[in-house]
T-cell receptor, first 113, second 116 residues
């Protein structure tokens, strides 16, 4: 157990719908990262928050948005879902801003039908 | 941006043999190189990492080497066991600053199969 929690574990939804994924970092960690893992794209960085502020953005679609909260948990909102959005979505956390160990949560498996 | 290439994509060994997975990176500013092991449907688990001021690091049966000049790093697993079978990912990240911060750029993964 990495100490990073994610909910829900599985999500099955239809095209065009909107879902929210939730992540709580390890106690004491200030950076939260979101990654998408799909068969054709591998593990791709989406976005990073440090101490509740956005610090880096990857290839995150405009239909996707992330939101930090004062307790440092984060939510990833995915809207207007398409079949190609089906993937594993991982959250990771680390103590500092960069260059440190990132620990991954169990992931949320999203299936868009 | 950073690009990480990983080889081979699949690796099959007999129990007790050694396994080596190699990665190259493009961004000379990258200074942190972790390796993750991922079992089917599970989260990536950090198994070892190395920073750019070190050339080699070892932890029991696994070791990582880094050649900054050539911009490549490798994972070495000795005395492989069936439970080592998994997908292994290398990654690279830059120090804080600019727009990259702590993001990890991953290689494409290596499926390691250890036959009993």
């Amino acid at each position: 157990d990495s100490g990073v929690t994610q909910t829900p574990k599985h999500l099955i939804t239809a095209t065009g719908q909107r879902v929210t994924l939730r992540c709580s970092p390890r106690s004491g960690d200030l950076s939260v990262y979101w990654y998408q893992q799909s068969l054709d794209q591998g593990l791709q960085f989406l976005i990073q928050y440090y101490n509740g502020e956005e610090r880096a953005k990857g290839n995150i679609l405009e239909r996707f948005s992330a939101q930090p909260f004062p307790d440092l948990h984060s939510e990833l909102n995915l809207s207007s879902l398409e079949l190609g959005d089906s993937a594993l979505y991982f959250c990771a956390s680390s103590a500092g801003l960069a260059g440190g160990e990132q620990y991954f949560g169990p992931g949320t498996r999203l299936t868009v039908l | 941006g950073e690009n990480v290439e990983q080889h081979p994509s699949t690796l099959s060994v007999q129990e007790g043999d050694s396994a080596v997975i190699k990665c190259t990176y493009s961004d000379s500013a990258s200074n942190y190189f972790p390796w993750y092991k991922q079992e089917l449907g599970k989260r990536p688990q950090l198994i070892i990492d190395i920073r750019s001021n070190v050339g080699e690091k070892k932890d029991q049966r696994i070791a990582v080497t880094l050649n900054k000049t050539a911009k490549h790093f490798s994972l070495h697993i000795t005395e492989t066991q069936p439970e080592d079978s998994a997908v292994y990912f290398c990654a690279a990240s830059r120090p804080a600053g600019g727009t990259s911060y702590g993001k990890l750029t991953f290689g494409q993964g290596t499926i390691l199969t250890v036959h009993p």
